[in-house]
């Protein structure tokens, strides 16, 4: 229910949707007084809300302002994948793994495969798959993104 829904939106996303700023640009300046971890959750309310544009608007401005943020890289990637822009998807998915220092997760592995094959990078992409199942080696979703680019390449997907 909206009522509900009201109690866990966070306080950044209340304030943002009540100035209502129409999707374009969020100041920084006003975002500065909250951390990385709850721009994420503004966004992921936003999200929920249907306010697309004032999310990625939300990103940019948290984004700019902890760019070395794992929860900022983590938002702003999947929103990057979920706007078909695939070079920022994997610009921002590449810094994360970076920053993860070989713990990422099979969602993120996944999410960087499959917008390497969206931007089609077919070889960076088969080689980000067969990396992927060299940690879950047995995961079903890793196991046909790196058959399918497999294919794609004109390789043995064996």
Known sequence: TPFIQEQYMSTLAKQLINKDFGGQSVNPLEVSRFS???IRVAIQA?????RID???????AGLALYPDSEDMLAITSLLAVMAQDWPQAVDLLRQLM???QGHATVFTHAML???LRCNLEYAAGFEAARDALGVFPDHPELIKEYQELS???GLSAA
């Open 98 to 100: 970076e920053m993860q």
């Open 36 to 38: 990385p971890a709850d």
């Open 46 to 50: 936003l999200m929920g809300e249907e």
């Open 54 to 60: 004032l999310a990625y608007a939300l990103g940019d």
């Open 113 to 115: 495969i499959r917008s």
């Open 151 to 153: 294919m794609a390449m």
